[in-house]
């Protein structure tokens, strides 16, 4: 059993060390062309679905905690009629960090996988933890997912009231602060915040 197994193993290294032996070099470079081709929109087809709120809410988890939140803040419904979905707010728009954010979200599946957070009760318990680590991940790509909508150069600080245009046109001009920094809690519920300066 062994040895035929070896023996298919050699086989198969032989065809892949020396394949000019057997398929013609043209017929390699279309294969692997088309092999990449299917590949890469495999993949993206892939990425693209996973990048969608249906797919963000499919867990009982999200649906029945963050999405239930959301439906009531602005960001779900508004005079404009301009809906933000998940992805709008929890992924980069651009590819490689799209990627990045991607691989940061298997932990994510390791916590549905392993229930860390399939109760309500659980999910408060880590609403803190969970909201920080996003928090943190704003700060530091400078509210980009923010950005992406609410274009800094375009505000008319006429139509603010008073406070949001004297901040937006000071702490956030000078690059001091970023969007999460004053608006935590915009879509979901605060988690307890005890013990934190400002709140």
Same mark, same amino acid.
């Given at each position: 059993?062994?040895?035929?197994?070896?023996?298919?193993?050699?086989?198969?290294?032989?065809?892949?060390?020396?394949?000019?032996?057997?398929?013609?070099?043209?017929?390699?470079?279309?294969?692997?062309?088309?092999?990449?081709?299917?590949?890469?929109?495999?993949?993206? +087809?892939?990425?693209?679905?996973?990048?969608?709120?249906?797919?963000?809410?499919?867990?009982?988890?999200?649906?029945?905690?963050?999405?239930?939140?959301?439906?009531?803040?602005?960001?779900?419904?508004?005079?404009?009629?301009?809906?933000? +979905?998940?992805?709008?707010?929890?992924?980069?728009?651009?590819? +490689?960090?799209?990627?990045?954010?991607?691989?940061?979200?298997?932990?994510?599946?390791?916590?549905?996988?392993?229930?860390?957070?399939?109760?309500?009760?659980?999910?408060?318990?880590?609403?803190?933890?969970?909201?920080?680590?996003e928090w943190d991940r704003l700060k530091a790509n400078d509210s980009l997912e923010c950005r992406n909508c609410h274009n800094f150069?375009?505000?008319?600080?006429?139509?603010?009231?008073?406070?949001?245009?004297?901040?937006?046109?000071?702490?956030?001009?000078?690059?001091?602060?970023?969007?999460?920094?004053?608006?935590?809690?915009?879509?979901?519920?605060?988690?307890?915040?005890?013990?934190?300066e400002g709140f």
């Amino acid at each position: 059993m062994l040895a035929k197994l070896f023996a298919k193993l050699k086989l198969i290294w032989r065809v892949v060390n020396r394949p000019s032996v057997h398929y013609s070099l043209g017929f390699l470079t279309l294969g692997g062309f088309v092999a990449g081709v299917i590949f890469w929109g495999g993949f993206n +087809t892939v990425l693209e679905a996973t990048n969608q709120e249906q797919f963000c809410i499919g867990c009982h988890e999200m649906e029945n905690n963050v999405y239930q939140e959301l439906q009531s803040t602005i960001h779900f419904t508004n005079r404009s009629g301009v809906r933000a +979905t998940c992805p709008d707010c929890h992924v980069p728009h651009n590819w +490689t960090d799209k990627i990045a954010r991607k691989m940061q979200a298997s932990k994510e599946v390791w916590g549905k996988v392993f229930g860390t957070i399939n109760t309500r009760e659980k999910f408060e318990a880590k609403r803190r933890e969970l909201a920080e680590h996003e928090w943190d991940r704003l700060k530091a790509n400078d509210s980009l997912e923010c950005r992406n909508c609410h274009n800094f150069d375009y505000m008319d600080f006429t139509r603010q009231s008073q406070r949001a245009a004297q901040m937006h046109s000071t702490s956030l001009a000078s690059g001091e602060k970023t969007c999460i920094d004053c608006h935590k809690g915009i879509a979901h519920q605060l988690p307890d915040m005890a013990g934190v300066e400002g709140f």
